[in-house]
């Protein structure tokens, strides 16, 4: 069971603080064999990061707008980012307005962070925080007021639209996960029919099939004149996807929490969603939290999806860019730096899942 | 309004229970009386029925047939009932279970914040009181884990006077402890019964049945073989099983 306070202590490493002379004696060159292979490989990755670093420093090209200057060049091509950086992080999205979305950007690392801090863990803080931020969002993306241009959402794209998918994913998803999770354990038949359904129906099918039912199918149903917004329909169905694995992994915490959590609760006399919100869910989230950061991680990829309404997310975006005959060579160049933006928010997020961690075994949260 | 009935002066009067688990049977017409004050101790052979009997007490445990009053008010499946009587009773677990992910003060005033509707000053002043009454309000902000086996189980009787309650429940509430610990448990539950607390306690320290129990109950296989003052029961047992128990457990 993960205890809060108890710090697990750390697995004795026996290599721990020895000198490095005597770590590489003992773990590089045991014997003739190993050394030999310690030699044949660390040759390899010399080479190799050699080659990287020729290829991408020595021989690189930083800065130029001329496609012809890259292809004299022997190395990367970095300057085909310089050129091209502004259509794939923002997509369609009019190129007079992008200080919008840089500003869209600004706002919502703004509210993330503030967010992640335990300190300000407080619905009267989060809940209004989270409503002006998703106000102020909207407005700059959308505009129509404040003399600012109407920008429809068809014409969003780039990394303002996988932030807005990936947020909305988790925003609406992990709410429906808990209550998926809650009601398979629930003693309510009804509740636990619905919710087994659910999961293993939603489960049981590739999101591209869910995505093409709230694309296409789900509009036959409203009433005639009534119209959901695409992207918002799309949302809605990667993060009810999402919401079911979620859900099953949080459901792996629930039934981890001992019985007797829910005696001692049910004997101070707590209700029963007393007893899931103050005893069982903390304990059950706080256990279920690695893989529930993963599932997170993995949500924020699938927000390529959106290709299927004719939306361009960061990456779709860039292969769109990357049509242009003139620079189309430095594809390379162009994705590594889209994955490094994908490996930054990866990165943090799980760094950040490891803090939590962290601060739930000095018993901090 | 609520069912009564009369029970007499009985607090707690359990009438030929029956529980089964399944097809197994675990608990065959029990019959027990408990007075306000009194201290029952209920001892027996592992597997014989003690913990399910004092767990139908505050319906941890669903009986099948027979009848649990509990001031009068009978334990049926009517929620508004289950919690009426609830709100009489605390218990101790053997195994403690105190809320981790919650300091110790906090695991005390849980309940007095969320169902008795306390504000948050006076419920960490009545902690704090029952803190010093099982003699360690120094550990209040700590967590759970923190603190030795003693603690956490005098944290968890402390948690259950928090609530009030008029009948107190234990279940074999030192045999998971240390020797060394026992002792403070156990004092702390002398003292409890001093201050006139009607308790039932299932345990295998004969000491404390000597002591402190105005009645002690032997169940075997489900059914109560025996009951009497503690000088009967243990100076002039009537019944065999009751003496072959007494022999093994005070071998030990
Ligand atoms: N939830 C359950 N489901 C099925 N059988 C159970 C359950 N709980 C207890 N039993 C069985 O009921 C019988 C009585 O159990 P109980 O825990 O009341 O015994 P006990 O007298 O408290 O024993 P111990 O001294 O070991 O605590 C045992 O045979 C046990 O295996
Ligand atoms: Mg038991």
Known sequence: MASPSLANPA????????????????????????????????FAIMSLAWLLFRWGVLDAVFVTNDPQVCREAAGACWAVIGVKHRPMLFGLYPYEEHWRLVLMIVVYLATVVISLWPRFWNLRILVPLWIASVTAITVLMFGGVFGLRYVPSNDWGGLPLTIILFTGTVLIGMPVAVLLA?????????ARGISVIFIE???????????????NVFPLFLPQGMEVNKLLRITVGIAIFFACYQAEVIRGGLQAVPRGQYEAAASINLSYWQTTRRIILPQAMRIAL????????????????VIIIGLFDILTATSAVMQDP??????????LFIAFIYLFFGYALSRYARQVEKWINIGRI | MLDTHDTNDAVIKISSLCKWFGQFKVLTDVDLEVRKGERVVICGPSGSGKSTLIRCINRLEEHQSGHIWVNGLEMTDNIKNIEAIRRNIGMVFQSFNLFPHLTVLEN?????????????????????????????????HKYPLQLSGGQQQRVAIARSLCMEPEIMLFDEPTSALDPE?????LDTMIELADSGMTMIVVTHEMGFARTVANNVVLMADGQIVETGPPESFFGNPQHERTRTF????LKH
């Not at chain 1, 809650?182 to 009804?190: E, I, T």
């Not at chain 1, 129906?201 to 694309?215: E, N, S």
């Not at chain 1, 690695?290 to 999806?305: D, E, G, L, Q, Y």
């Not at chain 2, 007494?246 to 457990?249: F, K, T």
């Open chain 1, 11 to 42: 697995p004795f490493d026996p290599d721990a603080r020895m000198p490095a002379v005597e770590w590489m004696k003992r773990n590089l060159f045991k014997n003739a064999f190993q050394s030999v292979l310690t030699i044949i490989v660390s």
């Open chain 1, 182 to 190: 809650l009601g398979r354990r629930s003693p309510l038949p009804f």
């Open chain 1, 201 to 215: 129906c939603l489960r049981g099918v590739p999101l591209i099939t869910i995505l093409f039912v709230a694309v």
């Open chain 1, 290 to 305: 690695p893989s529930i950061t993963n599932h997170i991680v993995a949500a924020m990829k699938n927000t390529s999806f």
């Open chain 1, 326 to 335: 003139l620079w189309r060579r430095y594809y390379i160049e162009a994705y």
């Open chain 2, 108 to 140: 005390l005033t849980l309940g007095p914040t969320l169902v008795r509707q306390m504000k948050k000053k006076d419920a960490d002043a009545l902690a704090m009181q029952f803190l010093e009454k099982v003699c360690i309000p120094e550990q209040a």
């Open chain 2, 181 to 185: 610990m026992i002792k403070e448990v």
């Open chain 2, 246 to 249: 007494l022999d093994q457990i």
